[in-house]
Every structure is written in structure tokens, then in C-alpha cells.
């Protein structure tokens, strides 16, 4: 299996801006995609971004212009991005790998902040 350690959440105000890393390690093979989430609490977690094997990138419409997905091969690392930060973008920032196949994995998640 994959272990997935995300980290650089922090606080920031708004219009502020902030990287958030996912960095693997284990299962680094058939993997069809890396996913970011964001969850709030008494709410289900929102995909925000997905990076494809091939390239292919889609932003949820609440974040597309703003986040930025990119990743690091030699590290085996995704980051995201996060750009003209507003209070709204307050969440728990997961991130996942999805495999060919259908499964998929967690990590445990970094908090953003966004507040004056």
C-alpha cells in the first residue's frame, strides 16, 4: 500500500497565499491519479483537484483560477497550490491516490486556516 504524509497547512489571511505537499512512499506503481480534498467539519469531503497519470488536470469550479496542482517525480511528492486565499478555503486538506483498479488511499490531512 501507499503512505501519504501532507503537510504545509498553516494560518494565513485572506488573499494570502500557501503550499500544501503530499509526499509518498510504499505502493509508488499503477497509480491512475492523485486527488486533493478539502473537509469541513459536518460535511463530506469535496475533491478541489485531480492530477491523472497522463497529465490531465480538473479544478472544482469554488477553486479553479486560485489552486494550482503540480507534482515532483523524482520526489514522489504532489503539491497544491493555494492562491488568493479566502476565509471560505478554511478546511482539512487531504490528500489521495487512486490506483488502476479502483482503489484508493489517504493521507491524514493538513489544516488550513484562513482568517484576519
Known amino acids: 500500500q501507499v503512505q501519504l504524509v501532507e503537510s504545509g497547512g498553516g494560518s494565513v489571511q485572506p488573499g494570502g497565499s500557501l503550499t500544501l505537499s503530499c509526499a509518498a512512499s510504499?505502493?509508488?506503481?499503477?497509480?491512475?491519479?492523485t486527488e486533493w480534498y478539502q473537509q469541513t467539519p459536518g460535511n463530506e469531503r469535496e475533491r478541489v483537484a485531480i492530477r491523472t497519470n497522463s497529465g490531465s488536470i480538473t479544478y472544482a469550479d469554488s477553486v479553479k483560477g486560485r489552486f494550482t496542482i503540480s507534482s515532483d517525480a523524482g520526489k514522489n511528492t504532489v503539491f497544491l497550490h493555494l492562491n488568493s486565499l479566502e476565509r471560505e478555503d478554511t478546511a482539512i486538506y487531504y490528500c489521495?491516490?487512486?490506483?488502476?483498479?479502483?482503489?484508493?488511499?489517504w493521507g491524514q490531512g493538513t489544516q488550513v486556516t484562513v482568517s484576519s
Open positions: 510504499g505502493r509508488l506503481f499503477d497509480v491512475y491519479a
Open positions: 489521495s491516490t487512486v490506483y488502476y483498479g479502483g482503489t484508493g488511499y
